[in-house]
Structure formats: structure tokens, C-alpha cells
């Protein structure tokens, strides 16, 4: 089945790199994603990968896709306070002309002062 | 980039009555919607998928009848959460792929709507 599992909570001091991983099952995937969602808020698009590749790089965030082992990790540089939110990575997988969209548990990280 | 609104950002209602949330692609048309409800500290659970002019594809355990999507234009998509209860309450989100981004499948989100239901 169609999974997507990633760590629950992730705390760092600010200026420290963040690194938030995902794992996911269905090796089908043709986009990964990297979501934020600040409280009480709609998700947010920070990056995405195509399966194809294996990392992909924009300022502070460099996304990591290891396809063999179906994991996907975030890595935020000199993480600031206003990073603190919650991270979802999400997988699409296009099925009978339809995009369906898995989403993981969410990270929530916490950046301390 | 493109927006999504939703309206309203939050309503209480009392138990019984219907509310109707409304998600709009403010400057792209969106081919489909997609709405989520997520709760306290949990992830988005998918409720259903709207195409425009077309009957709403509802995930598994969602019921149709209590949650009364439309998808009448390119731009508009509404949930009715019919005869709510309190465990109705919580906080539901909207999505939508746009024609231009469709190759990549981003989804353009809503600022999603907080239900309480007393």
C-alpha cells in the first residue's frame, strides 16, 4: 500500500542546519514535495523533486532522494526562527489519468532562539 | 504564483445546521480540486477529489452525503458539511492543480477553514 512516513518532531538552535526525512513505499512516484505549514495555515510549497533525480539544491534548501532505499530528506541551512513550522513531504503518483497525492505524517520542527 | 481562497477562514455552528466552505482559484483555472480535513497535530487526511462539471471521487470512509462537494466552474469548488456534529469539527483544507502546473503536479493550497461545531 501507499505509505509516507516521516518523524514526528525535530528541534534545532538557530543557524544550525535542519535536516527532515521521509520515507515512502510506493517506488511509483513521479514528483516528491516538500510542503510547510505555519499554524493555523494551508500548506505551503517549498521545493519538489522528479524521481529521476537524486538531489536538487535551491538557497537554503537541498532536497536528497535516495531511490533505492524510497527515502527523501530536507535539509534547511542556518535554520532561522521564522523556519519553525510544520514539514510535509508528499509523493504524486498519476494513476488512470489522475494525480493522487500522499502525504506524510508532518515534521514539526521547532528552531530555539 | 497562483492563489487559492478559501472562505470562510473559520465558522462556528451549532450542531444540526449545514455550513458551506468555498475555495476559489483566484487567477488560474484549476483542472482539479482536492479537499483534506486534518486534525490536531495529525496530517491531512484526503476527503475527495473535484473535477469541474463532474461528480466528486471520494476516498474510502468519507461520506458523501455528510460532506456535499461541488465543482461547478474552473474556479470554484464548495464543501457542505451537512446536519454537523461536534466531531465534525475541525479544520479542512483545499487544494487545486493548475492547467500551467499540471506537469508537475504542485498543488496550490487554501488557507484552510476551521470548523466548530458546538
Known amino acids: 500500500g501507499e505509505d509516507v512516513e516521516q518523524s514526528l518532531f525535530l528541534s534545532v538552535r538557530e543557524g544550525d542546519s535542519s535536516v527532515i526525512n521521509c520515507t515512502y513505499t510506493?517506488?511509483?512516484?513521479?514528483?516528491l514535495y516538500w510542503y510547510k505549514q505555519e499554524p493555523g495555515a494551508g500548506l505551503q510549497l517549498l521545493t519538489y523533486i522528479f524521481s529521476n533525480m537524486d538531489m536538487k539544491q535551491d538557497q537554503r534548501l537541498t532536497v536528497l532522494l535516495n531511490k533505492k532505499d524510497k527515502h527523501l530528506s530536507l535539509r534547511i541551512a542556518d535554520t532561522q526562527t521564522g523556519d519553525s513550522a510544520i514539514y510535509f513531504c508528499?509523493?504524486?503518483?498519476?494513476?488512470?489519468?489522475?494525480?493522487?497525492?500522499?502525504f506524510g505524517t508532518g515534521t514539526r520542527l521547532k528552531v530555539l532562539a | 504564483g497562483a492563489v487559492v481562497s478559501q472562505h470562510p477562514s473559520r465558522v462556528i455552528c451549532k450542531s444540526g445546521t449545514s455550513v458551506k466552505i468555498e475555495c476559489r482559484s483566484l487567477?488560474?483555472?484549476?483542472?482539479?480540486m482536492f479537499w483534506y480535513r486534518q486534525f490536531p497535530k495529525q496530517s491531512l487526511m484526503l476527503m475527495a477529489t473535484?473535477?469541474?462539471?463532474?461528480?466528486?471521487?471520494?476516498e474510502q470512509g468519507v461520506e458523501k452525503d455528510k460532506f456535499l462537494i461541488n465543482h461547478a466552474s474552473l474556479t470554484l469548488s464548495t464543501l457542505t458539511v451537512t446536519s454537523a456534529h461536534p466531531e465534525d469539527s475541525s479544520f479542512y483544507i483545499c487544494s487545486a492543480i493548475s492547467l500551467i502546473t499540471e506537469g508537475t503536479g504542485e498543488l496550490f493550497f487554501g488557507e484552510g477553514s476551521r470548523l466548530t461545531v458546538l
Open positions: 508528499a509523493e504524486t503518483l498519476l494513476a488512470s489519468g489522475t494525480y493522487k497525492y500522499i
Open positions: 473535484s473535477n469541474e462539471g463532474s461528480k466528486a471521487t471520494y
Open positions: 487567477d488560474f483555472q484549476a483542472t482539479t
Open positions: 510506493d517506488s511509483s512516484s513521479t514528483y
